[in-house]
């Protein structure tokens, strides 16, 4: 059997598949397409999360465009975050060019254009859908977490989270547990200390500083209502087409705390809220996060536990994640174990360093008969890459070089009159639009404080009456001797005594 004959029955057999799939394009061999051979990746198997990684320039947007559209067409709704801003473009059909039929001509895949069902998300002030959670929702300790807290800090939190409790009053916003941070170190000192506690000031100082620095990033436009609800993100178009939710971020590329926050919180309520699928036949939900070595460079190390043991537990519920970055080693090891998928496209070796990275990246995937993986990293061409996937028995299946399809929707951005059309007909923009500001612990601890002086006012005005109405014995002796001594008979008989004396 020749070489040839060899990878194509070893590449058919690695990415066979029983059930549903998406088809990502077609084996290379010694830089040559196999019009033979495709590279499918079983639905089934979507939840085990997954890497696209590779250097600027060299399709990575284009590869999560052609997966998101193959999820779409599956039914599968996706959840795509997007910071460049340059994936807008799927909401509408593409154009037959040349070069794309070219390459599907190779790859033997047919080709069609094609729009898909979009919603435009944001978390600031951007056109679209407003994401926002409250502060309750996040909780004490994911809430201490993102704030990086020590322990004592975060008990700190977990105080203030049951005082308000205890005495029903909602957490909704930064301003509201900001408020109370000042009310348990000022007015409400007693009443604390009295039923949860003392508390350093220092402690609260800290914990408020943390608070003021995520405001800073727009946490404050993140935290309120209304809060956006986890089965808006699961909805199916009339064609049974999935929508594709892409979060706006282009905004926010100097605010990752405000980036972590909102991707582990969107992570945690997911997992939360939605019930256990097991092995499904496919995904509930596939999140897309771009530039990821935004949240990793910034995450604190208890942050990145808390990540790491999101994506261990998610896929239980169906939901796939998938990390978009340059560089593989731009993922914690932790949380790298935890993928099932990996697409790498090229990455460049200009420096020393860069050969090194590229030589740890090579020992990340499996071996190959018919690759020299560390070499073949560098001389990728755009729209290729390597692939290696678990299939339906959860096996990995062969490391391929693969010529990746070419996306059916555009390859470019949406302009401002057609991200103006997609939100005017938008059920989730009108929802979501309006910013309700409820009673809550701020204007609950503002009338308490307010009763509170009115109090201290009414009893002072009280004792000052008091003091008018019932004078003291002191004041009522001197007030008796002064009408003695002033007296007209008191005057007569001083005279009298004095005029004696003189005529002595």
Not at 76 to 101: H, N, Q, R, W, Y
Request: glycine share 6%; charged share 25%; hydrophobic share 40%.
């Amino acid at each position: 059997m020749s070489k040839k004959e060899s990878f194509i029955q070893d590449i058919n057999k690695g990415y066979q598949s029983k059930g549903g799939s998406i088809v990502l394009g077609g084996a290379m061999l010694d830089n040559e397409p196999i019009a033979e051979t495709h590279v499918k990746i079983p639905l089934k198997t979507l939840n085990r999360h997954g890497l696209i990684a590779g250097a600027t320039g060299t399709g990575k947007t284009k590869t999560i465009q052609v997966f998101s559209e193959q999820l779409s067409n599956a039914g599968i709704p996706v959840l795509m975050m997007d910071i460049k801003g340059d994936f807008s473009g799927i909401a509408k059909e593409g154009k037959e060019e040349g070069f794309i039929t070219e390459r599907h001509t190779k790859i033997n895949i047919p080709y069609n254009v094609a729009s898909f069902p979009v919603e435009l998300m944001s978390l600031s002030k951007q056109n679209g859908v407003r994401l926002r959670a409250t502060v309750s929702e996040f909780g004490p300790v994911l809430f201490s977490r993102i704030l990086d807290l020590n322990d004592t800090q975060a008990g700190v939190v977990s105080v203030i989270f049951k005082y308000c409790d205890d005495n029903k009053m909602p957490l909704l916003d930064l301003k509201d547990i900001k408020k109370v941070i000042n009310y348990i170190t000022e007015e409400g000192k007693e009443e604390i200390e009295e039923s949860y506690g003392k508390i350093s000031t220092s402690t609260t100082g800290t914990i408020l500083r943390k608070i003021i620095e995520l405001e800073q990033q727009g946490g404050d436009l993140f935290f309120g209502e209304l809060s956006f609800e986890i089965d808006d993100l699961m909805r199916i178009d009339e064609n049974g087409k999935g929508y594709i939710n892409i979060i706006r971020l282009t905004d926010i590329q100097d605010k990752p705390k405000l980036f972590s926050t909102f991707m582990l919180s969107l992570l945690a309520e997911i997992y939360q809220q939605m019930p256990e699928k097991g092995d499904a036949e496919q995904p509930e939900l596939v999140i897309f996060i771009d530039e990821a070595h935004l949240i990793f460079n910034e995450a604190s190390k208890a942050l990145l536990e808390q990540i790491e043991t999101i994506v261990k537990l998610i896929r239980s519920k169906g939901v796939g994640v998938y990390f978009v970055t340059q560089n593989p080693m731009d993922v914690p090891s932790g949380v790298l174990a935890q993928l099932g998928l990996k697409i790498q496209h090229a990455l460049r070796a200009f420096t020393a360093n860069d050969r090194a990275a590229i030589k740890k990246t090579a020992d990340n995937y499996p071996t190959s008969q018919y690759y020299k993986t560390d070499e073949l990293l560098t001389s990728l061409g755009i729209g290729e890459a390597l692939v290696t996937a678990l299939n339906e028995k959860g096996i990995p299946t062969p490391l391929v070089a693969t010529m990746m399809r070419a996306p059916q929707s555009r390859m470019d951005v949406l302009t401002s009159d057609e991200i103006e059309q997609i939100n005017s007909k938008s059920k989730l923009v009108k929802k979501y639009s309006e910013e309700i500001d409820r009673e809550s612990a701020y204007e609950i601890l503002n009338k308490k404080i307010e009763t509170a002086n009115q109090a201290a006012v009414e009893q002072e005005e009280a004792s000052a009456k008091t003091s008018k109405s019932e004078p003291t014995t002191a004041s009522v002796v001197t007030k008796s001797v002064l009408k003695v001594v002033t007296s007209a008979t008191f005057i007569r008989g001083v005279f009298g005594v004095l005029t004696k004396i003189f005529k002595k």
